[in-house]
C-alpha cells in the first residue's frame, strides 16, 4: 500500500486467499454508447494472497503478460489497493497470480474485469463486518473506469442497462434471449479506447440524437425478445463512424457483414467486430463470411463466445 494515508488504515493479515473470475465484455452494442454492455464467456481468473513480507509476487499467464507491470503499477494491483483503502484496509505484501483470457486493447473489457477482479477480491479480503454489497462493488469500479457500460455486465452477467443519478452510477440487468449468438472477430491490433474517444465531436445533431435513442431502446427489445430485429436495432449514430478511420479494417469488415445483413457493431472502442447472430445457423454463416473474406495485412481470430448470464463469481480459499 503506497497511500500516504495507509498508518491510518487497518493491515490485512498474512494467509487470506481470494480467486475471481470475470468475464469479458462488449460495450456500446452499437447504439447504446456509454450505456449498454454484454457479458461473453472469456474469462480472466485473478488469485490474491496477502503476505506479511511487504512484497508484490506475481504469476501471470495468457494475453498481455509480456506487457503488463509487475510492480505496484499493475492495474489490479493498484485498484485493490484503492479498493483496501476506501474499506478501511491495506496490505503487507501481496501475490498476484493471474490467468488472462481476455485480450488487451481489443475492446472486449480488459481493464474493467481487471478492476472488477479487484474490487472483489477487496471485498472478500477484508473482514465480514467491512464488506460491501455489489452496489459498492458497481460504484467504486465505475468510479475508476469512468463509465459503468463494461463493469457492470462483468459484475451481474447477461445484459447491463446502466445510468448515472448524480455522482451515484446504477445498473439494471436483462436477460438475453436465447438464440441470441455473438460472434467475435478480433484482430492482430490494439487501439486504446482514449485514442478513440478523442475522435468523438464535443456535440451531435439534435436529429441524429434522437435517431439513436430510438434505435438503442429497439436494441433491448431485440436481445431480449425479438432478435429478428437485431439488424435495425444496432444502427449507431454517436461514435462509429467518428471512429472509422482509427480502425479501417475494422469498419471496412462491419459494413460488408452489415450489407449481408447481419447485426454487426465496434465492439466496445475497438477494434474487435462483434455480430449479434438471431441464432446458430446466423452465427454459421457469419463465421463463414469472415473467414472467406480476405483482407490485405490483417488477420481475425474468430470466436463463438455464448452471453455469460452469471457475471464475476468470488471463491474465498482460507480466512
Same mark, same amino acid.
Given at each position: 500500500?503506497?497511500?500516504?494515508?495507509?498508518?491510518?488504515?487497518?493491515?490485512?493479515?498474512?494467509?487470506?486467499?481470494?480467486?475471481?473470475?470475470?468475464?469479458?465484455?462488449?460495450?456500446?452494442?452499437?447504439?447504446? +454508447?456509454?450505456?449498454?454492455? *454484454?457479458?461473453?464467456?472469456?474469462?480472466?481468473?485473478?488469485?490474491?494472497?496477502?503476505?506479511?513480507?511487504?512484497?508484490?509476487? /506475481?504469476?501471470?499467464?495468457?494475453?498481455?503478460?509480456?506487457?503488463?507491470?509487475?510492480?505496484?503499477?499493475?492495474?489490479?494491483?493498484? @485498484?485493490?489497493?484503492?479498493?483496501?483503502? %476506501?474499506?478501511? +484496509?491495506?496490505?503487507?505484501?501481496?501475490?498476484?497470480?493471474?490467468?488472462?483470457?481476455?485480450?488487451?486493447?481489443?475492446?472486449?473489457?480488459?481493464?474493467?474485469?481487471?478492476?472488477?477482479?479487484? @474490487?472483489?477480491?477487496?471485498?472478500?479480503?477484508?473482514?465480514?463486518?467491512?464488506? %460491501?454489497?455489489? @452496489?459498492?462493488?458497481?460504484?467504486?469500479?465505475?468510479?475508476?473506469?469512468?463509465?459503468?457500460?463494461?463493469?457492470?455486465?462483468?459484475? /451481474?452477467?447477461?445484459?447491463?442497462?446502466?445510468?448515472?443519478?448524480?455522482?451515484? /452510477?446504477?445498473?439494471?440487468?436483462?436477460?438475453?434471449?436465447?438464440?441470441?449468438?455473438?460472434?467475435?472477430?478480433?484482430?492482430?491490433?490494439?487501439?486504446?479506447?482514449?485514442?478513440?474517444?478523442? *475522435?468523438?465531436?464535443?456535440?451531435?445533431?439534435?436529429?441524429?440524437?434522437?435517431?439513436?435513442?430510438?434505435?438503442?431502446?429497439?436494441?433491448?427489445?431485440?436481445?431480449?425478445?425479438?432478435?429478428?430485429?437485431?439488424?435495425?436495432?444496432?444502427?449507431?449514430?454517436?461514435?462509429?463512424?467518428?471512429?472509422?478511420?482509427?480502425?479501417?479494417?475494422?469498419?471496412?469488415?462491419?459494413?460488408?457483414?452489415?450489407?449481408?445483413?447481419?447485426?454487426?457493431?465496434?465492439?466496445?472502442?475497438?477494434?474487435?467486430?462483434?455480430?449479434?447472430?438471431?441464432?446458430? @445457423?446466423?452465427?454459421?454463416?457469419?463465421?463463414? /463470411?469472415?473467414?472467406?473474406?480476405?483482407?490485405?495485412?490483417?488477420?481475425?481470430?474468430?470466436?463463438?463466445?455464448?452471453?455469460? %448470464?452469471?457475471?464475476?463469481?468470488?471463491?474465498?480459499?482460507?480466512?
Amino acid at each position: 500500500m503506497h497511500d500516504g494515508g495507509a498508518a491510518a488504515l487497518a493491515a490485512l493479515p498474512a494467509g487470506l486467499s481470494v480467486t475471481v473470475r470475470v468475464p469479458a465484455t462488449s460495450a456500446n452494442l452499437g447504439p447504446g +454508447y456509454d450505456s449498454l454492455g *454484454l457479458a461473453v464467456q472469456l474469462f480472466d481468473t485473478v488469485t490474491v494472497q496477502t503476505l506479511d513480507t511487504g512484497a508484490l509476487e /506475481f504469476d501471470l499467464s495468457g494475453e498481455g503478460v509480456d506487457s503488463v507491470p509487475r510492480d505496484g503499477r499493475h492495474l489490479v494491483i493498484r @485498484a485493490l489497493e484503492q479498493g483496501l483503502a %476506501r474499506l478501511g +484496509y491495506r496490505h503487507q505484501g501481496l501475490k498476484l497470480s493471474a490467468e488472462n483470457v481476455i485480450p488487451h486493447g481489443r475492446g472486449l473489457g480488459s481493464s474493467a474485469a481487471a478492476v472488477v477482479a479487484a @474490487a472483489l477480491a477487496a471485498n472478500a479480503l477484508v473482514p465480514a463486518e467491512a464488506q %460491501r454489497g455489489l @452496489a459498492w462493488v458497481l460504484q467504486f469500479t465505475s468510479e475508476l473506469e469512468g463509465h459503468p457500460d463494461n463493469v457492470a455486465p462483468a459484475i /451481474f452477467g447477461a445484459l447491463a442497462l446502466s445510468w448515472q443519478e448524480g455522482e451515484e /452510477f446504477l445498473s439494471a440487468r436483462a436477460e438475453v434471449h436465447p438464440e441470441v449468438t455473438p460472434v467475435v472477430a478480433i484482430p492482430d491490433f490494439e487501439l486504446s479506447t482514449e485514442l478513440a474517444r478523442t *475522435l468523438l465531436p464535443a456535440q451531435v445533431d439534435h436529429h441524429q440524437a434522437a435517431m439513436n435513442s430510438g434505435r438503442a431502446a429497439l436494441l433491448v427489445a431485440a436481445l431480449t425478445g425479438a432478435p429478428e430485429l437485431l439488424l435495425p436495432a444496432t444502427r449507431d449514430y454517436l461514435h462509429q463512424d467518428y471512429r472509422a478511420e482509427a480502425m479501417r479494417p475494422s469498419a471496412e469488415l462491419i459494413g460488408a457483414l452489415r450489407a449481408a445483413g447481419h447485426a454487426t457493431v465496434v465492439s466496445g472502442a475497438g477494434p474487435t467486430v462483434m455480430t449479434l447472430a438471431r441464432d446458430a @445457423a446466423e452465427a454459421d454463416a457469419v463465421e463463414a /463470411f469472415i473467414r472467406n473474406r480476405a483482407q490485405d495485412g490483417v488477420s481475425w481470430r474468430v470466436l463463438r463466445p455464448g452471453v455469460d %448470464r452469471e457475471g464475476a463469481k468470488v471463491e474465498v480459499h482460507s480466512r
